[in-house]
């Protein structure tokens, strides 16, 4: 038989998308799942600890060590009922195929990822990423589950921080292309106002239009996206010695540090016209290592080897 319509087998998952990672968490959370209690990571972005709060769901916490690598002996005889896995970076935790998961939800943030796939040792498992922290896409969050959630949770609209964001991003635009850095503090102010009404939305949006064109853009030009990205990693990684985890991802997201004097080393850096990301600063009432001591470095396409070496030869000269 030749022609007519494309054979398509009908297959066992269900996907959606929404305008970020926290709300992806709340739709899980809405669709049947916040009765249940939950077993977290003890390094987490305190957005996820607000959202379960304000969600009112029960947790508890396992350990996850300074190599972000998940300590095992911290979930068993753990009495939970679905188990919260960050990917950090991409970090695939492979480890935790040891552990006897029958009849608990596994629930993965692969914030990081582009690009993600169910575990074929798992049966319940939901899996969902963020977009807006791996590219200039200022909305968006593939989720994908096995079983159905309610997507009348879904706002048909856009959400009210998607504008704001890409006005911040049009504005960082101008600054670069006229090299005007005296708009630097407007460029963030108005990305502060953009994240600012993210943190109070805790209603659920779908991605943005402009946001879902992007995303095509964005996976069309991936392999030579993460071609770079591995370039760049590969060089810091020849300079740089103080890595907190390993490569073990098919992404690179970033390039993270451990570091003494974090947020000293953070204020120099700013002087110098290099700004590096935080994305877990800490939980009130919570302690870990890492919280005051990770760092990262982009290493994405809008930068090449001489910029890694910039940025690598900047911290080591704060070091000295």
């Known amino acids: 038989m030749f022609g007519g319509e494309y054979a398509l087998k009908q297959g066992n998952e269900y996907s959606y998308l929404t305008d970020s990672g926290r709300s992806s968490l709340r739709l899980i959370l809405r669709s049947?799942?916040?009765?249940?209690?939950?077993?977290?990571?003890?390094?987490?972005?305190?957005?996820?600890?607000?959202?379960?709060?304000?969600?009112?769901?029960?947790?508890?916490?396992?350990?996850?060590?300074?190599?972000?690598?998940?300590?095992?002996?911290?979930?068993?005889?753990?009495?939970?009922?679905?188990?919260?896995?960050?990917?950090?970076?991409g970090n695939k935790h492979t480890n935790l195929e040891q552990i006897n998961l029958d009849n608990k939800f596994f629930i993965a943030d692969h914030?990081?990822?582009?690009?993600?796939?169910?575990?074929?040792?798992?049966?319940?498992?939901?899996?969902?990423?963020?977009?807006?922290?791996?590219?200039?896409?200022?909305?968006?969050?593939?989720l994908r589950s096995t079983v159905s959630l309610n997507d009348s949770l879904i706002n048909k609209t856009e959400a009210p921080f998607v504008g704001l964001k890409y006005e911040a991003k049009n504005a960082k635009f101008e600054m670069l292309q006229n090299q005007d850095f005296s708009q630097d503090q407007e460029v963030f102010k108005l990305s502060q106002e953009a994240e600012d009404a993210l943190n109070r939305q805790t209603e659920i949006y779908q991605i943005s239009s402009r946001s879902l064109s992007l995303t095509y853009q964005f996976f069309k030009n991936l392999n030579e996206e993460e071609k770079i990205r591995a370039e760049n990693y590969s060089e810091l990684e020849k300079i740089l010695t103080l890595k907190c985890t390993g490569a073990d991802t098919d992404f690179?997201?970033?390039?993270?540090?451990?570091?003494?004097?974090?947020?000293?080393?953070?204020?120099?850096?700013?002087?110098?016209?290099?700004?590096?990301?935080?994305?877990?600063?800490?939980?009130?009432?919570?302690?870990?290592?890492?919280?005051?001591?990770?760092?990262?470095?982009?290493?994405?396409?809008?930068?090449?080897i001489n910029d890694m070496r910039r940025v690598a030869e900047s911290i080591l000269e704060f070091y000295k």
């Open 32 to 89: 049947g799942f916040k009765d249940k209690k939950f077993l977290v990571p003890d390094f987490i972005c305190p957005t996820i600890i607000e959202v379960l709060n304000q969600e009112n769901v029960a947790y508890d916490f396992y350990n996850v060590g300074t190599d972000l690598t998940i300590n095992l002996s911290s979930i068993r005889n753990k009495d939970f009922d679905a188990i919260y896995v960050i990917h950090y970076f």
């Open 111 to 142: 914030v990081f990822s582009p690009h993600f796939e169910k575990p074929k040792n798992l049966t319940d498992w939901i899996g969902f990423n963020s977009l807006r922290k791996i590219s200039c896409i200022a909305d968006g969050s593939l």
């Open 252 to 304: 690179y997201s970033f390039f993270n540090l451990k570091v003494n004097k974090r947020d000293e080393l953070r204020k120099w850096l700013f002087d110098r016209q290099i700004y590096l990301p935080v994305f877990w600063p800490g939980v009130p009432g919570l302690t870990h290592e890492l919280f005051p001591s990770i760092i990262s470095i982009p290493i994405d396409s809008r930068y090449n």
